[in-house]
C-alpha cells in the first residue's frame, strides 16, 4: 500500500536539509511529476523534476534512490490514479519500498503556505548528469550510485 505524507511532514524534512532519519546517510528523494511548465512555474524546494511522459520516471528513478530511501513523488492535486500514485505503484514492482505521495499534490503544498522555487532545470535534462567522468564520479551525492559512461 502506497502512503501519502503530509504537507507538514514534507516540511519537516524539507527544513531538515531532506536528510533521510530512517536510513543512515541516505537522502529523502523528492520527485515533482508534473510537466515541465509547471516545475519551472513552482515546486517544492529541493524537488526534481521527473517529466512523467513514455514512463521515463520508472527508468531514472531506480537509477538515483537506493531502494530502501524516502522517495516522495509530487503531482498536481496527489488525487487517486493521478501521476504520483501511479509512479508509486510502479515502483514498487522495483522493489521500493518506501514510497510516499504528497497528500493533495502541489496544490495543498501552496494553499498551506509553504517555500516554493521556481526555475531551475526541468524536462531529461534535470534528471542527467553530464560532464567527463570524474567530474560526474565527484558529483555523485550518495557512495552506492555508480555513474554509467553511455557514449
Known amino acids: 500500500m502506497i502512503l ?4 507538514e ?16 546517510g541516505g537522502r529523502v528523494h523528492v520527485f515533482d511529476v508534473r510537466d515541465g511548465q509547471a516545475y ?4 517544492v524546494p529541493g524537488a526534481k523534476h521527473v517529466p512523467p511522459e513514455d514512463n521515463y520516471p520508472l527508468r531514472w528513478i531506480p537509477q538515483r534512490c537506493h531502494t530502501q530511501e524516502l522517495v516522495v513523488l509530487i503531482d498536481e492535486d496527489g488525487a487517486p490514479g493521478g501521476t504520483a500514485r501511479h509512479v508509486a505503484h510502479e515502483l514498487v514492482h522495483k522493489w521500493f519500498r518506501r514510497l510516499r505521495y504528497l497528500e493533495g499534490g502541489f496544490r495543498a503544498w501552496q494553499a498551506a503556505g509553504k517555500p516554493v522555487e521556481t ?12 560532464g567527463t567522468r570524474p567530474e560526474v564520479q565527484s558529483s555523485a551525492e550518495v557512495p552506492w550510485v555508480t555513474p554509467q559512461d553511455r557514449r
Open 9 to 24: 511532514e514534507l516540511a519537516k524534512l524539507v527544513d531538515g536539509g531532506l536528510v533521510d532519519p530512517e536510513f543512515p
Open 119 to 130: 526555475g531551475g532545470p526541468a524536462g531529461a535534462s534535470a534528471a542527467s548528469w553530464e
Open 40 to 43: 519551472l512555474a513552482g515546486h
Open 4 to 7: 501519502p505524507i503530509s504537507v
